[in-house]
């Protein structure tokens, strides 16, 4: 019996024949439809796989991530009271997990293109969980600060791993859809974790946000075992290049650290240099490495990719930031209580997660790199607004300067993520979804350079009172000016993919 089934041209697997043959004698494993035959090579792809367990499986992690940053942030307080931890120390609690998430999100990214994507983000929830159990049970703050460096591994095993399995899962035409979905559960988890998280912490403790994180997990980690049996691992067999992995996470160590601390010590400058000068160093070597962490060919070869990658961190730089000058100004210039600004904060994550899906449900009807261009023209709009915010800017103003931004980047997010994931061929997923991420961070890190190096000059080192009000939104605006300049940048980029 020979079965043939035809693969449309825009599946993206294969360059060979779209024709399919299988015989009774060749019929494929369990838990697989197909079996794939390809100039000589069988290869198979696993399609047994429920999309509905898959979308909720990875939104229910990628949930689960930015609600524990934001909730935990919220927790420090009450941390550091019961723990007689100190400023830096708290502080440490926050930067050790987003220095765990930087170092591995690439490494991971490759780490699942070979030995299966399904794997690593299985075993990731578990690392996530595992360590959230544990962060419940902290008996000190160097305890907590552990755990959470370990429960950033687990962060970055799902991150860079969640967006390619959703690629895999879903075709070309439903892509948008699901991301957009995916980037509405990291915005709702952004937006629950203060409340949520501050009710839960007012009631209860603490402890209890760490216990929330428990069942949450493990009913992710079964829901993974049960429902997601395919695999995904394009590039099998290929070794890892710990020598370039190594060599970027000193980098961004050296960054991370040498950005946190600009305007508190002049030797920052130096690490500052440092990590640039190591990135520099690692794309030389991912350059000349037959099996890279990084493929540089992705960007050399590759516009699309290129471009929608620069876009991506350009406009995190431009609009990470945005929150914290938003909420100093509502509290030191307009005067509300902390409970009251993260009530108008609120508006913009709020609209990023209801708006995502929809854009990324347009970007499957339309070119998704016009929805993403037109997203970061609607950032760019917000942030040209802003910079003429003033002490008596009303809060009518301010609403719908968040709903614009919310819009912006929910039309940016989903649709500038579809582009670059299918730019690529599928043996590259991963890697791309861990360059996204980095890019993130990358981004994030800029945005407080900016903001560091702003407040140094103008602030000059005072803290924000009624007198020194002028200058802090002299600050203010200067740095949304550069922001809004930086989304220019970031249309000029996005324009550019367009080009054929």
Known sequence: MLLTRSLPDNHGLFS??????????????????????????SVVIQQNVSRGATLFAVGTASF?????????????????RELSASAIQLSLVETAYMLSVSIFMLTMGRLGDIHG??????????????????????????????????QGIGGAMIAATGMAIVVSVFPPEQRGKALGIIVACVYAGLSCGPFIGGAMITALGWRSLFYLCVPLGVGSFF???????????????EPFDWKGASLYAC???????????LGHAWWSWGLVSAGIAGLCMFVTLEAHTKYPVLNVGLFRNNRVFALSSLAALLNYAATFGVTFFFSLYLQFVKGMTPQQAGAVLIVQPVAQALF?????????RYSAAWVATGGMALCAAGLGISVAISASTSLTVLVAIFLLLGLGFALFSSPNMSVIMGSVTPRYLGVASGLVGSMRTLGMMTSMTIITVLLSVFMKGHAITFETQTDFLLTMRAALACFCLLCGGGILCSIGRLRR
């Open 251 to 261: 980098a961004i160590v050296l960054l991370i650290f040498g950005a946190a601390n």
């Open 64 to 80: 689960l991530m930015p609600f524990m940053l934001s909730g935990v942030g919220v927790a420090l307080p009450s941390i550091g």
């Open 117 to 150: 994507r399904r794997r690593i983000f299985h075993w990731g929830i578990a690392v996530f969980t595992l360590m959230g159990g544990l962060l419940s049970q902290a008996w000190s703050i160097q305890a907590i600060i552990g755990f959470r460096f370990l």
């Open 223 to 237: 829901l993974v075992s049960r429902k997601l049996r395919g695999e995904w691992a394009d590039a099998k067999g």
């Open 356 to 364: 995502s899906p929809l854009c990324g449900r347009l970007s499957d």
């Open 16 to 41: 060979g024949s779209p024709i399919l043959k299988m015989d009774k004698k060749s019929l494929p494993p369990a838990g697989c439809h197909y079996f794939f035959v390809n100039q000589g090579k």
